[in-house]
């Protein structure tokens, strides 16, 4: 039996009925029959290659802190990957929960940035983490998207004013290129995402291009940008020796540090 058919058949495809909480603009099983959201499954591997390079990059010139937060991008585009393949609940689970596991992570690394050392925020933002997972996890239906996006969007704001205040410390203009372009690909993919969530009406008469698959990959590389942009001011103050950007295949920005020469 044909994709088509099976499709056909069985409009629910192999994962059965959607029983996650929200279900976005592109149609399902249209490209496979084991596949829901076919492009925005596609798209979540942006998020695993972009990590898993992020990590090659870094691990050496900036630590494992950085490194960590790469990684937690790579467990974001697993989750993803799972939740749009099958628009099951429990696999939504693992696309948001991590999403505010790295959300609070990198609050800490900026709280850490800015002299914020006292273990009471570490153990604050575990108890808020812990918060967020259950709210994220426990509810259903409209109201579990809408307690997902307030607890994580609340960090996420949070972690978006310590970067600011970052920012304003930069001299470099190609540090400040840096955080303008990751600020760029941040409006960009907040647009497009809004877009994709309030107006799939409008692709009754439009062609869909895949809003949503693009969030994927505006969102990381923002992520990115401002990782390497913050990471090379982090390098600057630890004075860990010649902190330099390059690129990688001469596109994909990246923190590279020459240790000093000892005497």
Same mark, same amino acid.
């Given at each position: 039996?044909?994709?088509?058919?099976?499709?056909?058949?069985?409009?629910?495809?192999?994962?059965? +009925?959607?029983?996650?909480?929200?279900?976005?603009?592109?149609?399902?099983?249209?490209?496979?029959?084991?596949?829901?959201?076919?492009?925005?499954?596609?798209?979540?591997?942006?998020?695993? &290659?972009?990590?898993?390079?992020?990590?090659?990059?870094?691990?050496?010139?900036?630590?494992?802190?950085?490194?960590?937060?790469?990684?937690?991008?790579?467990?974001?585009?697993?989750?993803?990957?799972?939740?749009?393949?099958?628009?099951?609940?429990?696999?939504?689970?693992?696309?948001?929960? +991590?999403?505010?596991?790295?959300?609070?992570?990198?609050?800490?690394?900026?709280?850490?940035?800015?002299?914020?050392?006292?273990?009471?925020? &570490?153990?604050?933002? %575990?108890?808020?983490?812990?918060?967020?997972?259950?709210?994220?996890?426990?509810?259903?239906?409209?109201?579990?998207?809408?307690?997902?996006?307030?607890?994580?969007?609340?960090?996420?704001?949070?972690?978006?004013?310590?970067?600011?205040?970052?920012?304003?410390?930069?001299?470099?203009?190609?540090?400040?290129?840096?955080?303008?372009?990751? &600020?760029?690909?941040?409006?960009? %993919?907040?647009?497009?995402?809004?877009?994709?969530?309030?107006?799939?009406?409008?692709?009754?008469?439009?062609?869909?291009?895949?809003?949503?698959?693009?969030?994927?990959?505006?969102?990381?590389?923002?992520?990115?940008?401002?990782?390497?942009?913050?990471?090379?001011?982090? %390098?600057?103050?630890?004075?860990?020796?010649?902190?330099?950007?390059?690129?990688?295949?001469?596109?994909?920005?990246?923190?590279?540090?020459?240790?000093?020469?000892?005497?």
């Amino acid at each position: 039996m044909t994709t088509e058919q099976k499709i056909a058949e069985n409009m629910t495809g192999f994962w059965g +009925p959607v029983t996650s909480s929200v279900d976005w603009c592109e149609k399902n099983y249209t490209h496979s029959y084991y596949i829901a959201e076919f492009w925005n499954t596609i798209s979540s591997l942006a998020m695993v &290659a972009l990590g898993f390079l992020g990590v090659a990059l870094h691990h050496k010139s900036l630590g494992w802190k950085l490194s960590f937060s790469y990684l937690l991008i790579v467990i974001v585009g697993i989750g993803s990957i799972l939740f749009h393949a099958t628009l099951q609940f429990q696999h939504q689970m693992w696309d948001e929960v +991590p999403m505010v596991w790295t959300a609070c992570y990198l609050m800490w690394v900026l709280l850490n940035e800015h002299g914020f050392n006292n273990k009471l925020y &570490a153990v604050g933002i %575990a108890v808020y983490c812990a918060f967020a997972t259950y709210v994220t996890s426990m509810n259903k239906g409209t109201t579990q998207f809408f307690m997902f996006q307030t607890s994580f969007g609340l960090v996420m704001w949070s972690d978006l004013y310590f970067v600011l205040k970052i920012y304003k410390q930069v001299k470099s203009k190609q540090v400040i290129q840096l955080f303008h372009q990751g &600020a760029l690909f941040l409006i960009l %993919a907040i647009s497009v995402w809004l877009f994709d969530s309030n107006f799939c009406f409008v692709f009754n008469y439009v062609p869909n291009p895949q809003l949503h698959a693009w969030w994927h990959v505006l969102m990381c590389t923002s992520l990115h940008y401002f990782y390497v942009a913050c990471g090379h001011e982090s %390098a600057k103050r630890e004075n860990k020796g010649k902190i330099e950007i390059k690129y990688f295949l001469n596109l994909i920005p990246f923190v590279n540090v020459a240790e000093k020469k000892q005497q």
